[in-house]
């Protein structure tokens, strides 16, 4: 089995358990200031994962450490996270049929500053407006599959989600309906490390409409415009996105429903070129301790040219690198045990399997999935804990008055992490 980041692992567990000997949250004369930590020990074993070869591999994923501060009852907001995967998993984590930022197969490290935003709101009853500014998530699609129950993420995490980018985004709420709408650069990061190309900001632009019918319930639809998002320098080819989702949660907040569809064009100019749809249903549910989730999914990605390291591709991407197209359809299920022995910390030891199928969707074809994996589908098992210290995660990618009620009720902490507050 690869280990081969034990020492990184062991770097990221020691800068986060100071938060265990010390507050986790207070108030300082206007301010309220809350901070969190979360992490994922998981081993993963597919068969195949490439070539017909069964892989197992080890990793410390998600190490994230979270900061939250409101002053004057939420006038204004400071919403942060840190991301320590550069460190922990710079190989990529085994994720079969997820692509994205150069890896393949493999789910990429998100960049050291996931979030950092400040945040103005002024509200009047039920209605209220905000603006956002900072690095984070432009106001497109779903939320970001970290704050919701499943270890693996979907392989539509770049068709439902735009993150880590500069962003400016603009809410207006009435008691109902939520207006967003935002600018922020097109590029996506290209490692770790990397930040936003000063010459690209604001160059993008995306749009959300959220019906609110009651408090559990919501139906989104957004669009979006990415200038180059592949090609750091721009030049490279534009997408078009567009997204629509239904969320109902029951009432004591021991599980939701998701429904979503999402679907991303990319333009050689005016003129569309490739296609790419998602559709996905998940269930969560919580009974004491124990917990379920089901997730199907059917997404298509384009199949590019690969390095020498076949989970990597080129970035960025020429012309002429995608050589085909798959749809893969994934069945994933969870069963997870949550333990609270004293209040700032949890503990969640958890079980997921999934079934990937793949097919080409384009003939003829320059890449067949079937013959390149050596099988028409691959199983995945991966088992692991989630540990968590101080605040809870909160539903990220909504922001102000979008991420509250018009009583101002938060509306963002996720239904996993709601219920260890019980």
């Known amino acids: 089995m690869a280990l081969k980041y034990g020492f990184a692992g062991a770097l990221a567990i ?11 949250s207070g108030s300082y004369g206007p301010a309220h200031i809350e901070i969190g930590a979360q992490a994922i020990g998981v081993v993963t074993h597919e068969s195949p994962a490439i070539h017909g070869r069964d892989m197992t591999e080890g990793y410390l994923t998600q190490p994230v450490v979270l ?51 400040i945040t103005a709101q002024r509200r009047a009853g039920d209605n209220g407006a905000s603006l956002t500014l900072g690095k984070g998530f432009a106001p497109f699609g779903t939320d970001d599959p970290m704050v919701r129950p499943f270890e693996k993420y979907p392989i539509n995490h770049h068709l439902a989600q735009v993150l880590e980018r500069v962003v400016a985004v603009g809410a207006v709420r ?13 590029d996506e990061p290209e490692s770790a490390g ?17 019906l609110v019918p009651f408090h ?93 390291d076949e989970f990597r591709n080129q970035v960025p991407a020429s012309d002429l690198s995608i050589s085909g197209r798959s749809r893969l359809t994934i069945i994933t299920a969870r069963l997870a045990a949550s333990f609270k022995p004293v209040k700032t910390f949890t503990f969640e030891p958890f079980a997921e399997v999934a079934r990937i199928g793949f097919r080409p ?4 074809t320059g890449f067949d999935p079937v013959q390149f994996y050596g099988a028409t589908h691959s199983r995945s098992i991966s088992l692991g804990a989630k540990v968590a210290l101080g605040m809870s995660h909160m539903r990220m990618g909504r922001y102000g008055v979008a991420a509250s009620d018009g009583r101002g009720m938060k509306m963002h902490r996720t239904t996993t992490d709601a219920i260890h507050k019980h």
């Open 194 to 210: 990397d930040v936003p190309n000063r010459k690209r900001y604001w160059d993008s632009w995306s749009g959300r409409v959220t």
């Open 216 to 308: 559990q319930g919501e139906i989104q639809t957004s669009y979006a415009r990415l200038r180059s998002p592949e090609n750091a320098t721009g030049g490279g080819a534009d997408h078009r996105k567009q997204s629509a989702s239904i969320r109902l949660e029951d009432a004591q907040h021991s599980g939701y429903g998701l429904f979503e569809w999402a679907r991303t064009t990319s333009y050689a100019g005016s003129s569309p070129a490739f296609a790419f749809n998602s559709l996905l249903a998940e269930g969560f549910a919580r009974y004491g301790r124990m917990s379920g989730a089901v997730r199907f999914e059917r997404t298509e990605r384009p199949d590019e040219q690969r390095l020498i």
């Open 361 to 364: 969707t384009l003939t003829p």
């Open 174 to 186: 009435t008691r109902r309906v939520i207006f967003e709408a935002g600018l922020f650069n097109g």
């Open 14 to 24: 020691a800068a986060l358990t100071p938060l265990a000997a010390h507050p986790q």
């Open 67 to 117: 900061v939250m501060a409101s002053f004057w009852n939420d006038v204004l907001a400071l919403t942060g996270a840190v991301d320590l995967e550069g460190v922990t998993m710079k190989r990529g984590e085994l994720n079969a049929g997820i692509h994205g930022e150069g890896y393949v197969d493999r789910r990429h490290p998100h960049t050291y500053l996931h979030e950092l935003v």
